[in-house]
T-cell receptor, first 115, second 113 residues
């Protein structure tokens, strides 16, 4: 089975711009979660989507949004970029067949640099 | 607020040493504790622990969960340079079918030859 894929892998944007990141989960996985990883804060949960619905959301401002399509692919959007948004953005998919035992599989991440 | 704390933050050992990484958590509706290994890119899954006191083992790696004291440890015996990585632990909580993972900041392990 192909793993989780994320595009683009690297991105450089300037302050004030917006960006859209894409994640394709493992085939058959219905849950997609997004995380932001920075050296200072570590891995922080952004949100989780299941069957096109956002089920959980972390403590991030409204500039961070996402969506999931019927084929389980997900996009994350960040508007009005700030320097502090520079980070590795990871997405993870899970089959969610049994929530207590399901593990998450991470993609390679998108490295976003805001200048 | 849910919290996961890992210690030490970094560790340098020599090949062949045994290391113990610690993870403590305070999470509402705790369901399970997960360990990941992160090298240069995506974290890769190591273990998921849901029951207290039951050791999970995979080769030289093993992990155990103590739900009473709210912590987990990850042991690596006979370390190799390929074990050098950031080790992340995460606590999963759940309210019904919803869940989220709270990650610790990780332990950076460096294994020198």
């Amino acid at each position: 089975k192909a793993g989780v894929t994320q595009t683009p892998r690297y991105l450089i944007k300037t302050r004030g711009q917006q960006v859209t990141l894409s994640c394709s989960p493992i085939s058959g996985h219905r849950s997609v979660s997004w995380y932001q990883q920075t050296p200072g804060q570590g891995l922080q949960f952004l949100f989780e989507y299941f069957s096109e619905t956002q089920r959980n959301k972390g403590n991030f401002p409204g500039r961070f949004s996402g969506r999931q399509f019927s084929n389980s692919r997900s996009e994350m959007n960040v508007s009005t970029l700030e320097l502090g948004d520079s980070a590795l953005y990871l997405c993870a998919s899970s089959p969610m067949t049994e929530w207590m035992t399901d593990e998450q599989y991470f993609g390679p991440g998108t490295r976003l640099t805001v200048t | 607020e849910d919290k996961v704390v890992q210690s030490p933050l970094s560790l340098v050992v020599h090949e062949g040493d045994t290391v113990t990484l610690n993870c403590s958590y305070e999470v509402t509706n705790f369901r399970s504790l997960l360990w990941y290994k992160q090298e240069k890119k995506a974290p890769t899954f190591l273990f998921m622990l849901t029951s207290s006191g039951i050791e999970k083992k995979s080769g030289r790696l093993s992990s155990i969960l103590d739900k009473k004291e709210l912590f987990s440890i990850l042991n690596i015996t006979a370390t190799q340079t390929g074990d050098s990585a950031i080790y992340l632990c995460a606590a999963k909580n759940s309210g019904g079918s919803n869940y989220k993972l709270t990650f610790g900041k990780g332990t950076l392990l460096t294994v020198n030859p």
